[in-house]
């Protein structure tokens, strides 16, 4: 087996539900309900879905970021660091601490969330990576000014306090943080939203730098397929807590096998189509009531009677692509095949 289909993390049958008590009332939001899914080392993997469907709840997972009331209600999240196996969703605070920022990174959503107002960049750095990586003084000093200027971000940052940066310089500054310590696994939030379109992809850009240079996997989260068109080896995406497709990028692209998969990758602009791009029609579910059945059935234009009775069990419909639908047979691409921006044809 070559070390780039070595398995990084396995998530096994992934619960993690919003337990909450108002006034004696209990109400259960099923943000992650029953999510199976495999990352190899190297890759990066991309989580797109629209708002709400419980990308940020998995990842948060991923990341060991559980508050309450999000609670794993069921299944394993197990990665194989080169310090030893660990299940993040059973492990203890102090285990966490084992592995975090030096094999495990979160770069949340929204950068300004990461960094303190009131404390100097260069503070942040210490209080994040001074320990994980063993190092004091000087010899910590040099070792971040040479990842900073990797990122393009110049030694006098580290005086600065987060607001005297740009949005492009904060976010640089936050995938700093998040790489500094070389992580074998790195997880991203949105790391994109928010930013003009030029500093994006000088964003993007440089997570697959990092990524491919320090030989991390990445997994990263955003509802735009365009970015997933340009950065992801492989995508999965989420609809209600459920993971419903997932497939190399390519794949996904122009042969997706999910109706809804269909709609998310017509809905991104090609150039010369005039075609008209067929809307989706209604919301998605409550996760507090989710419909029975495959959670995606009202919307479906292809619902049959058993997709509103009997939840479709995730299939092989090709290498390394998955499809939970009653019906992938029958789904075709919604628009031609002429090729979105970033996309190989
Ligand atoms: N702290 C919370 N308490 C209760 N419910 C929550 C909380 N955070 C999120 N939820 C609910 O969990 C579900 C999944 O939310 P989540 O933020 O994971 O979705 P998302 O796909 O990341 O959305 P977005 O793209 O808007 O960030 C939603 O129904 C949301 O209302």
Redesign the pocket.
């Known amino acids: 087996m070559t070390r780039e289909n070595e398995v990084i993390l396995e998530v096994e049958n992934l619960k993690a539900y919003?337990q909450?008590n108002y006034f004696g009332v209990s109400r259960e939001?099923r943000?992650v309900d029953d999510i199976t899914v495999t990352m190899r080392k190297n890759e990066v993997y991309g989580i797109a879905?629209e708002?709400?469907?419980?990308?940020?709840?998995?990842i948060k997972v991923l990341a060991a970021a559980i508050r309450p009331?999000?609670r794993v209600v069921q299944g394993t999240v197990k990665y194989n660091f080169s310090n030893g196996p660990i299940d993040v969703a059973h492990a203890t605070p102090e285990q966490i601490e084992t592995v975090r920022w030096k094999h495990l990174s979160y770069i949340m959503?929204g950068s300004m969330s990461v960094l303190n107002p009131v404390r100097r960049i260069g503070k942040t750095f210490q209080d994040f990576a001074q320990r994980p990586l063993g190092l004091k003084g000087e010899a910590f000093e040099e070792r971040v000014v040479n990842h900073l200027a990797r990122l393009k971000l110049p030694p006098d940052v580290l005086r600065a306090y987060p607001h005297e940066l740009s949005g492009g310089m904060r976010q640089r500054v936050t995938i700093g943080l998040a790489t500094v310590c070389h992580p074998e696994f790195i997880i991203a939030d949105e790391p994109t939203t928010a930013l003009d379109v030029v500093v994006q992809k000088e964003v993007l850009q440089l997570i697959r730098d990092i990524q491919t240079e320090m030989g991390a996997s990445v997994v990263f989260?955003t509802?735009d397929m365009s970015v997933h068109a340009n950065v992801a080896d492989r995508v999965g995406i989420?609809y209600a807590g459920r993971l419903v497709e997932e497939g190399p990028t390519r794949d996904m692209f122009f042969a997706p096998k999910h109706p809804y998969t269909a709609h998310l990758v017509a809905s991104l602009p090609r150039i010369g189509d005039t075609q008209q791009r067929p809307a989706l029609e209604g919301r998605p579910p409550n996760?507090a009531d989710p419909p029975q059945g495959c959670r995606f059935h009202p919307r479906c234009p292809l619902a049959v009677d058993k997709c509103r009775k009997e939840v479709p069990p995730m299939e092989v419909v090709g290498p390394d692509h998955r499809t939970a639908c009653w019906r992938w047979k029958d789904v075709e691409p919604l628009v031609n095949t002429t090729a979105p921006a970033g996309v190989m044809a």
Do not use: E
Not at 51 to 58: I, L, R
């Open positions: 919003y909450m939001v943000a879905g708002s709400s469907s419980g990308k940020t709840s998995f009331p999000l959503q989260v509802h989420i996760l």
